[in-house]
């Protein structure tokens, strides 16, 4: 099996960790194959979109969703690293409102599922952390939302070192739970 996929704090959110094959040369390892996805996670996925962004240290990038074409997310990272979150906004799920959180880098390839109806963010922990991701829907201006990232209620223990992140605008204003706009 090319990776393998574990659960997190929230079940629905997967951890997949790719084998690398390596030598005296370097490595190689197959970051998606569809099929290998599905045996891995049961989750069968059709992505439409890639994206990559740079990030200083840091940099808090969310908590984004988009609360019409909700976007299943396949992050990883390929230089640096991030502490990389994902909250529940299902008000039907028993987790509603809980998160989890997991170190993502270069260096142990992690990837992250993250699936429709979850907002996701992330803190670069170093300088230049590049972030890719796939998506399972296309980006739509007008339904983006952002979630309150040091919203109490969440409790996200971001590694923040002493940093004061550095945020978006969109960012830094956005609701709290209690008056974020959420899936049923």
Not at 27 to 50: H, K, L, P
Not at 90 to 108: C, H, I, K, T
Request: hydrophobic share 40%.
């Amino acid at each position: 099996m090319p990776y393998t996929a574990t659960p997190t704090a929230l079940p629905e959110v997967l951890v997949l960790e790719p084998k690398a094959y390596g030598d005296a040369r370097g490595w190689f390892f197959e970051s998606y194959n569809r099929r290998d996805f599905a045996t891995a996670t049961g989750i069968d996925v059709e992505f439409v979109q890639d994206n990559h962004s740079r990030s200083a240290l840091g940099v808090l990038r969310g908590l984004h969703y988009q609360i019409r074409h909700p976007q299943g997310k396949l992050v990883r990272v390929v230089a640096g690293r991030v502490w990389d979150v994902a909250v529940d906004l299902r008000r039907s799920s028993p987790r509603f409102g809980q998160w989890a959180g997991v170190e993502l880098s270069a260096e142990n390839r992690r990837q992250l599922w993250i699936p429709p109806g979850f907002a996701h963010g992330f803190l670069s922990l170093s300088e230049g952390a590049e972030f890719l991701y796939k998506t399972t829907d296309y980006w739509f201006a007008e339904h983006e939302r952002s979630l309150l990232w040091n919203d109490p209620r969440l409790g996200i223990a971001w590694p923040l070192q002493g940093l004061q992140p550095a945020l978006a605008a969109k960012d830094a204003a956005a609701p709290a739970l209690e008056r974020a706009e959420c899936f049923d």
